[in-house]
């Protein structure tokens, strides 16, 4: 079937650690999406990329790395510059690039990350 | 810029009674508008998508929404709650930059 797959579901990490979110999609979508989720913040957007080999900074960039190398891949890494990277992270895609987007966004299951 | 504003961070009904989840917008530009809903620790689902056809929009499991310019509203609603409706739920505007812009997230309860 169809989507997009994050691992791990669940991670832990020590302070100090870089670590890296899996996002996959076999749907061919050119567009990719990294959003973090807080409890009553809604959806953030961290990164985002519309084509291969290129993607742009959202409103939380700050302590997040990604690359785009492959269409279906956009893995997201949480560095230790991140101060406060405890959070449920959500992958998704389009198939319409924007601007403004006017296609619907596809959705991973995320990721939970806590920092011990 | 856009922005969405989702009045009420949690809403209870019982079961059998209207669900109305408010939704207000702000779009520069004529709007793309969305609902998703999210159950405990799994991604979002869509429900519907206004993209300037119909001004009533129909989504699955019932859920419907009507886009009204003059007031810069996309309210969702439901005649009749059920216990599986008990979730939260996000209204999205299509962003600048390509993105979703989503609201901050309204929690349902349903009281048996």
């Known amino acids: 079937d169809g989507g997009i797959t994050q691992s791990p579901k669940y991670l832990f990490r020590k302070e100090g650690q870089n670590v890296t979110l899996s996002c996959e999609q076999n749907l061919n979508h050119d567009a990719m999406y990294w959003y973090r989720q807080d409890p009553g913040q809604g959806l953030r957007l961290i990164y985002y990329?519309?084509?291969?080999?290129?993607?742009q900074k959202g409103d939380i960039a700050e302590g997040y790395s990604v690359s785009r190398e492959k269409k279906e891949s956009f893995p997201l890494t949480v560095t230790s510059a991140q101060k406060n990277p405890t959070a449920f992270y959500l992958c998704?895609?389009?198939?319409?690039?924007?601007?403004?987007?006017?296609?619907?966004?596809?959705f991973g299951e995320g990721s939970r990350l806590t920092v011990l | 810029a856009q922005s969405v504003t989702q009045l009420g961070s949690h809403v209870s009904v019982s079961e059998g009674a209207l669900v109305l989840l408010r939704c207000n917008y702000s779009?520069?530009?004529?709007?793309?508008l969305f609902w998703y809903v999210q159950y405990p620790n799994q991604g979002l689902q869509l429900l519907l998508k206004y993209t300037s056809a119909a001004t009533l929009v129909k989504g699955i499991n019932g859920f419907e929404a009507e886009f009204k310019k003059s007031e810069t509203s996309f309210h969702l609603t439901k005649p009749s709650a059920h216990m599986s409706d008990a979730a939260e739920y996000f209204c999205a505007v299509g962003g600048s930059q390509g993105n979703l812009i989503f609201g901050k997230g309204t929690k349902l309860s349903v009281k048996p």
């Open positions: 990329s519309q084509i291969v080999n290129d993607f």
């Open positions: 998704a895609s389009s198939i319409l690039a924007g601007p403004p987007n006017t296609g619907e966004l596809f």
């Open positions: 779009s520069s530009v004529p709007p793309y």
